[in-house]
């Protein structure tokens, strides 16, 4: 079952921080498609390490003293790196996808401010994630006529092109007005794809 018909959507002024932020990483970081969490975290100057770098036991204390539902990944500041560190859990899935997006959840931590775990950081986080990787306006201006197209073209797994196609049709069903941040988007990959006049 999709866990999002459970749950209640953000205030609109939260998608809109959310979104204007991650275009502005786009955009700000020189971004191109599909999206590579890896360097997106590079370029913010964040650490990212996988579990398979060191001994279980060693994975199974920083899961322990991450959040409960840290198995995927987790982030921190260390004060001594004076950074933060993004740890991903590829012990458990190589699926690069779903590590792609691991990577980007926790970016969407770091960047929203979260200090803590709950619920709501976690809802908040997701859509980062997603948006970050997919957002709205591009499986159009790509084409994208299905969520194997998305998947195609954005490099993402299918629960997670899934989710998006479905924002991404929710968005053109109800007029898909483009914000004047998702506009900035769009001209900025219509220039770096050479696409014209859509």
Request: charged share 25%.
């Amino acid at each position: 079952m999709d866990d999002n018909l459970l749950r209640p959507a953000l205030p609109k002024s939260l998608y809109d921080r959310i979104e204007a932020d991650v275009v502005k990483l786009h955009i700000d970081l020189d971004l191109v498609l599909p999206v590579d969490p890896y360097l997106v975290a590079e370029r913010l100057g964040f650490i990212v390490r996988r579990f398979s770098e060191i001994s279980n036991a060693d994975a199974l204390n920083i899961l322990k003293t991450g959040p409960d539902n840290s198995r995927d990944g987790l982030s921190y500041r260390d004060p001594e790196l004076d950074t933060f560190v993004i740890w991903i859990n590829d012990l458990e899935s190589t699926y690069e996808p779903r590590l792609n997006f691991t990577i980007m959840h926790e970016i969407g931590h770091i960047r929203m401010g979260h200090r803590g775990d709950s619920p709501l950081a976690e809802m908040i986080a997701n859509y980062y994630a997603a948006y970050a990787l997919v957002p709205s306006p591009l499986p159009a201006l790509l084409k994208c006529n299905s969520f194997m197209d998305i998947i195609d073209e954005f490099n993402i797994s299918i629960d997670c092109a899934f989710n998006c196609s479905k924002r991404c049709m929710n968005w053109a069903m109800y007029g898909g007005s483009i914000k004047p941040y998702e506009q900035q988007l769009k001209e900025y990959y219509k220039k770096i794809l050479n696409i014209d006049g859509r």
